[in-house]
Nanobody, 121 residues
């Protein structure tokens, strides 16, 4: 079993910054890909950014140049630094991790509970 615990959401004015954190715990051999998704009201969940264990990153076009994803492999923790926030960034942000628990286990996808980010003046 794996748990993902997110923190760092909140209310921020346009142009402001927030940093999200997501710590994975439990039965973890390797966390191959860790990432952040978001879901705004009435919209589908979308990928914001992802990072593999080697450090390669991928970003949605809408956040390139403003958001930075990073990870601490020793702590199985992923971060999302969000700068120059816009009202359209308002959403529930979910952490996702694709984890192999043991050498013989398959890779499973795990989700955090979500954290609200609201960008408003």
């Amino acid at each position: 079993q794996v748990q993902l615990v997110e923190s760092g959401g909140g209310l921020v004015q346009p142009g402001g910054s927030l940093r999200l954190s997501c710590a994975a715990s439990g039965s973890i051999l390797v966390a191959y890909i860790m990432g952040w998704y978001r879901q705004a009201p009435g919209k589908q969940r979308e990928l914001v950014a992802s990072i593999i264990s080697a450090g390669n990153t991928n970003y949605a076009d809408s956040v390139k140049g403003r958001f930075t994803i990073s990870r601490d492999n020793a702590k199985n923790t992923v971060y999302l630094q969000m700068n120059s926030l816009k009202p359209e960034d308002t959403a529930v942000y979910y952490c996702n991790a694709k984890i192999q628990a043991t050498q013989r286990a398959t890779i499973n996808s795990w989700w955090g509970q979500g954290t609200q980010v609201t960008v408003s003046s």
